[in-house]
């Protein structure tokens, strides 16, 4: 499979070519064929989001820059002998007001390519003229922001949030047409409203650092959306339900930092900035405290009771020891990248680590250019290699290969009879 992976320290690209089952940790291990390091301009221009665009049928990297730099990219050569870095197809400049204004989204809709910065500056570029290298349009949203999505079906709808600035549904574009230069315009379709006071009848607060619209039924002016916050909860929403969420949940104790679709519908792989990276479904009920209601105590027999609510973590990708800052989805494989330099593969079925590649880098972005199960190791034999791994290190641990090796042999030939004995 081909990865790519963004390299915060460098502002460089890393690409890997590798088989499912590699593991560089690992000298037994399948290795890369490839790790190539390219573009890199520096920490003063580091990638800050990355993703993959087609454009007449033709596949480029387009990436965003610390400081308001925008690129286009030619996707590197598979050749180990090529050592040119990618060519620069496009490249745009002015979609953050400063270096401190940092790029929080990078969106391909249709034929445009879609920035949003940290201080709500949006910038849209047409990619269908690749020789002009101006600015299509420009907008201003209320920031701070922190998550800018859009929609995965209707063109023109985003939803946007940040800290304390709670989810709002926005339309930038009529869908029925192309939109020329001149019609795009913010409209506030839909805004929600922050939960109910806790227990001490204080405010809880704000903070959304992703968002993710649920695919369902297509709703005239109705949507499904998911939230996750700085304060570790995940939120569900549902327009047609009122502007507080439906649900909300605290999956991580940690703030959350990335969340991402799955192959189910009703389930998304979120991370937060202590390595952990979980499997939340919408649709499952869990069991929570209610807390007693606001301004009342526990002495006037006012105690909190359990309720269901929906949502509930169904399973954990277990791996990674630093923040898992960027997933990426190519079922059935999803790809982490974080602060420990390791590019991690999962699969999403059953959530085990089917590759495992260092970068040298601490990643802010990855992306699964290409993904076969097709080599996929099987269950059985990595359970193989794995005692071989053991095997390995009992014999270093007693000190002698031959004797060790033998006298575990023997062991395991007495408890086999006695199995047999007892049959």
């Not at 269908?128 to 209320?142: R, W």
């Not at 939960?195 to 704000?206: A, F, G, H, Q, T």
């Not at 189910?264 to 937060?272: A, E, G």
């Not at 169904?314 to 999803?334: D, H, M, R, W, Y």
Request: hydrophobic share 35%; net charge neutral; charged share 25%.
């Amino acid at each position: 499979m081909k990865v790519l992976a963004s390299a915060e320290e460098s502002g460089a690209i890393k690409f890997a070519v590798f088989p499912l089952g590699t593991d560089t940790s690992k000298q037994t291990s399948p290795q890369p064929s490839i790790i190539k390091t390219f573009n890199a301009e520096g920490r003063d221009k580091a990638v800050q989001q990355m993703i993959m665009v087609t454009v007449d049928h033709r596949k480029y990297i387009a990436v965003a820059r610390k400081g308001g730099y925008v690129q286009l990219l030619n996707l590197p050569s598979t050749d180990v002998a090529d050592t040119e870095g990618a060519e620069i197809v496009c490249d745009w400049f002015g979609c953050a007001n400063s270096t401190a204004d940092a790029i929080v989204s990078l969106l391909c809709v249709g034929k445009l390519l879609i920035t949003c910065s940290s201080e709500g500056l949006i910038c849209i570029y047409d990619l269908s003229n690749l020789k002009s290298k101006e600015t299509y349009a420009k907008l201003n949203v209320t920031g701070p922001v922190s998550a800018f999505v859009n929609h995965y079906q209707t063109s023109g709808i985003f939803a946007v949030g940040g800290k304390e600035r709670d989810l709002e549904i926005i339309k930038l574009w009529e869908e029925t047409k192309e939109p020329s230069a001149t019609e795009f315009s913010i409209k506030s379709l839909w805004k929600a409203k922050n939960v109910k006071n806790n227990s001490l009848d204080l405010r809880v607060p704000v903070w959304i650092t992703g968002i993710q619209f649920l695919k369902e039924t297509i709703r005239e002016n109705a949507w499904s959306i998911l939230t996750v916050t700085r304060y570790g909860q995940v939120r569900l929403y549902d327009t047609v339900h009122g502007r507080r969420p439906v649900s909300s949940n605290e999956a991580s104790k940690h703030p959350i930092s990335s969340i991402a679709e799955s192959n189910d519908s009703n389930q998304v792989i979120i991370s937060d900035t202590h390595s952990t990276t979980l499997l939340f479904d919408t649709e499952l009920k869990s069991t929570t405290l209610a807390f007693r209601p606001a301004g009342s105590c526990a002495r006037n027999g006012a105690e909190g009771k359990h309720a269901e609510v929906k949502g509930k973590l169904v399973g954990k990708f277990a791996g990674a020891t630093g923040a898992v800052q960027n997933n990426e989805i190519e079922q059935p494989l999803v790809a982490a990248g974080g602060l420990d330099r390791y590019v991690r593969v999962f699969d999403l079925k059953t959530r085990e680590c089917v590759s495992k590649i260092y970068m040298g880098t601490e990643i802010t972005a990855v992306w699964i250019i290409e993904g076969n199960e097709n080599d996929k190791p099987s269950l059985k034999k990595r359970k193989k290699d794995a005692e071989a791994d053991d095997e390995e290190l009992w014999e270093a641990l007693e000190g002698g290969v031959d004797g060790g090796a033998t006298e575990r042999k023997v062991k395991k030939a007495k408890a086999s009879k006695k199995v047999t004995k007892e049959e």
